[in-house]
């Protein structure tokens, strides 16, 4: 007597039919996720074909030399810092954090204030303070539900204000603000070292994190939270999942890398200036995107998002290469963050489903 | 076009529309004079939405015919429709807020002076229109400053300013009180010496008693008959839209009722609900009866942990209940499933089992790593038991049908295990046989000692599932009513504020 098999005359006739006309098998599991991933990491690949078809042409020179492979593999490794943490953000349908680059610049100023103290001290107390920035923003998004770009964007500004007001201005040099030089050639050594004199610490950091990244969001009690919190908030509250502390945890991981980032840049230009991470936020969020995490939260893997940093850094490293401008480069990136977004867009509604 | 079909307002021969894996409407035949009032009543998921949105021109994709005043005609817009003369009044109101009455009633044929508003002709319009529906308002007051009532009558009045041949009403009193009724029939009833035909969909059947000429019964996308009102009884009509009689409907078994679990003591929730006090044993399923705007939800939601309660107390068990969060209420064995299905109650774009297992996470993590095999014997036992179809836990939940949905959303909160489970309107929106279902589980869960909270406007299933019944009324418990003593007349005149007599449960 309780069968209700087949096609029954249900609940899609009253109420909101036409949202659920779509009965297809459209399957959740990790499978067709793997298969989203492997396409990044095909697109990737293509890249470095049409590098390397650029470079037998002669259109460009020495794409596939050590040195430039090189190149692209640290500026991935910096993006993809940025992007992994982010990415949880993103996940928790909270879009982006538009305060990255300015997190990464203040980062870069609290580092070298704090280096007469000793480099440990300086570390921590400059992720500290960057945490703090998250903790800030994942409160008011979580809790008072503000728009997260726009706060976050506010944030970004504020921010900036308070740097330029506090050193009024100025860029600060690690060497000179009375900290030893061993600590200082510590400091140089965030970006320079190099393990079997190849591979940098930020690509380590980069798969650790991505590691660590993948499996928080997929095997913990917390990323099973963070997929209701942003697939649907508002379930997911009404199943007794404190949804605020979740959005808060993933805007602290998302300055938390902001923060390791912020650091290797500085540690790479060798001076703390406000602007040291700009131009951060828009490529991760590329890189998020293009990795097959979509802007509605709830869907996408860490390992997309890597292979989303990877496009992008092999992209920027052609497009220089080729002497395209840093000005046209930030058109091409946003073109290709609206022609991404359009067809994620595209392909979810000719699913049934409109919420891209 | 003959003879007979020139003297219908409506007509629709052998309708018929799909969704994909269902029919809907299936070869309805349905007719309306002018004048007439015809009450189109069957269960939720029988089909009657379907039929209306068909004649409000929501489909470019049906079949059959559709005849409007001997014309044959294609509704396949809502503007086209709007053009032959239907006109549709829905049971969400349509009207925006912030803005006046004149703007409203008059939208998209607001009368211009030259370039400008001609504010004064406006007015003038307005104020007619409202008289026509025997409303003495100023148009220019918003709509968020008049009362519920008085804007489901600036809707009437909005709806009639295109002249409509057809009218078509959705459940219109169900935010209504009582008298606010009687006024809306006595509009209804001048509407039907003007000669508009009017279509009235409601599940109130005392109220199509009073106000319909004809009732057509629907069930399973099909019509089932079609009959003058003075040649059916109420007994007949709930039959042919069940398929079977209440009484057979409902088969009780034998449940035991042990010591009290829940203990509310004075709990209020200042502007919705005051002082209430009620206790709830171990197995019974306890019925709350109110109108909307009672307090129901509300309360539910503070029992729930969802809103803070003012002033008052909650035991479970004989400890007060703890915390302030719903994770805290819920570890404490209160469990609520929402009345709103795909927003509050599931994550449509995940797989059933993420949604089965989503009150549980922390329950099946250890050291914050968590475990989906541990919950997936639970999930395959809870499709089977509930009949979830199809029985594939990796399913997309958006992708079930509505009956199905509803089934996932039990599971969720079956798997928590609760002692107290608050449910608020279980069964809305789905078809027979899942709601059979449903009801069954819900039974079963009594008789395993949990205590059930049955909110619900489903008369029938508070007077066939529940032990007792709640009376609800503008934020205060005002009746409870035992077994013997309820059906759905005597909940529905204490639900409005009549000392009703108990009649039994004939129905």
Redesign the interface.
């Known amino acids: ?29 990790s499978l067709s996720s793997l298969v989203n991933t492997a396409g990044v990491y095909g697109i990737a690949l293509l890249f470095l074909v049409l590098g390397a078809v650029l470079q037998f042409t002669g259109a460009i020179g020495n794409f596939l030399s050590p040195q430039n492979l090189l190149n692209i593999v640290d500026a991935v490794a910096l993006v993809g810092i940025v992007a992994v943490g982010m990415s949880f953000v993103t996940y928790s349908g909270n879009y982006a954090d538009m305060s990255v680059p300015t997190t990464m610049g203040l980062t870069g100023y609290i580092c070298i204030e704090l280096l007469r103290y000793g480099f440990i001290p300086a570390i921590i107390g400059a992720i500290g303070v960057s945490l703090l920035i998250g903790v800030l923003n994942g409160f008011v998004v979580g809790k008072f539900k503000a728009n997260p770009i726009i706060w976050t964007l506010a944030v970004n500004y504020v921010t900036m204000g308070i740097i330029r007001l506090v050193w009024v201005n100025k860029q600060i040099y690690p060497d000179m603000k009375g900290s030893s030089p061993d600590v200082v050639a510590l400091f140089d050594a965030i970006y320079r070292l190099r393990f079997f004199k190849l591979i940098g610490l930020p690509l380590v950091i980069l798969i650790l994190l991505v590691v660590i990244g993948q499996f928080v969001l997929t ?7 963070l ?2 919190t942003g ?2 908030p ?9 949804i605020e502390t979740v959005i808060m945890t993933s805007f602290v991981l998302a300055a938390f890398t902001a923060a390791i980032a912020g650091l290797a840049v500085t540690s790479l230009s060798r001076v703390g200036a406000w602007y040291n991470g700009a131009g951060y936020d828009f490529k991760a969020v590329t890189a998020i995107v293009i990795g097959g995490m979509t802007l509605a939260g ?2 996408g893997t860490i390992l997309g998002v890597l292979g989303g940093s990877l496009i992008i850094g092999i992209l920027n490293n052609i497009m220089t290469l080729i002497g395209i401008g840093t000005f046209s480069q930030d058109m091409v990136r946003g073109a290709i963050f609206i022609l991404v977004v359009g067809i994620n867009a595209k392909s979810l509604r000719s699913l ?2 409109d ?1 891209a | 076009m003959n003879e007979e079909s020139m003297g219908l307002a409506l007509e629709m021969k052998g309708v018929r529309k799909s ?8 070869d309805v035949d349905f007719e309306v004079r002018p004048g007439e009032v015809h009450a189109l009543v069957g269960e ?7 039929l209306m ?1 068909m004649i409000a021109g929501s489909f470019d994709d049906y079949e059959g015919q559709i005849i409007v005043k001997g014309r044959e005609v294609r509704l396949h817009t809502p503007t086209i429709a709007k053009k032959f003369g239907i006109g549709m009044i829905y049971q969400e109101l349509s009207l925006a807020r912030p803005i006046s009455i004149t703007e409203n009633l008059l939208a998209g044929r607001l009368p211009r002076k030259g370039p400008f508003l001609d504010k004064r002709l406006a007015k003038r319009q307005a104020r007619s229109l409202l008289e026509g529906v025997g409303l003495d308002l100023d148009p220019d007051l918003p709509i968020e400053d008049i009362s519920q009532h008085e804007a489901q009558l600036v809707e009437i009045a909005k709806v009639l300013g295109n002249d409509p041949i057809i009218l078509v009403m959705d459940e219109p009193t169900s935010a209504l009180s009582r008298e606010e009724v009687e006024r809306l029939f006595a509009i209804i009833d001048q509407l039907r010496k003007r000669g508009i035909a009017i279509v009235y969909i409601s599940h109130h059947l005392p109220e199509i008693f009073k106000i319909a000429d004809r009732v057509t019964v629907m069930r ?2 099909k019509k089932i008959a079609t009959k003058p009102i003075g040649e059916v009884t109420r007994e007949e009509i709930v039959q042919m839209m069940v398929g079977r009689s209440v009484k057979e409907f409902y088969k009780r078994q034998e449940r035991t009722i042990g010591e009290a679990r829940l203990r509310v003591k004075g709990l209020s929730r200042f502007g919705f609900f005051h002082d209430v006090d009620f206790e709830a044993r171990r197995g019974e399923i306890l019925g709350i009866c109110g109108l909307s705007g009672a307090g129901r939800t509300e309360l539910a939601r503070v029992l729930v942990g ?1 809103d803070r309660a003012d002033a008052g107390s909650i035991e479970v068990d004989g400890s007060p209940v703890r915390g302030s ?3 805290e ?2 570890e404490q064995g209160i469990a ?1 499933l ?1 009345e709103d299905r ?10 059933v089992d ?1 949604n089965i ?3 549980i ?2 329950r ?2 250890s050291a ?3 475990s ?1 095999s541990k919950g997936m014997q639970r999930v395959r036992a809870l499709i089977g038991e509930l ?1 979830i ?2 029985p ?1 836990p ?3 939940v ?10 996932v959303l039990l599971a ?1 909160w079956l798997a928590s295990e609760p002692k107290v489970l608050i449910l608020d309107e279980p069964t809305r ?3 027979i ?2 709601k ?2 449903i009801h ?1 589980s819900i039974e079963k869960l009594a008789r395993q000692g949990c205590t059930v909270l049955l909110i619900s406007s489903d008369l029938p299933e508070l007077v066939g599932l529940t032990d007792r019944v709640m009376i609800m009324r503008k934020g205060h418990f005002t009746r409870e009513m035992d077994y013997g003593e309820c059906s759905e007349e005597s909940l529905l005149l204490a639900a409005n504020g009549d000392v009703g007599t108990g009649e039994g449960r004939a129905s």
């Open positions: 007597m309780s069968d209700n098999r087949g096609p029954a005359p249900d609940g899609a006739t009253d109420g909101a039919a036409t949202a659920q006309a779509d009965t297809r098998s459209v399957k959740t599991g095997k913990t009690s917390f990323g099973v939270k997929k209701l697939s649907a508002k379930a997911a509250k009404l199943s007794g999942i404190p709830g869907r049934g489903r919420d | 969704f994909p894996g269902t029919i809907a409407v299936d939720n998921g029988a089909g009657k939405s379907t949105k399973d996308g969802l969060t719903m994770a209420h819920l609520y929402t795909k927003i509050e109650g599931l994550a449509l774009r995940l797989a993420d297992l989503s009150a996470i922390d099946l993590s914050s790593v968590f989906k009949s179809y199809p594939d990796s399913r997309t958006g992708n079930l049908s509505g009956g199905n949905q509803q089934k969720k929106g789905v078809d046989g899942a059979m279902t069954s």
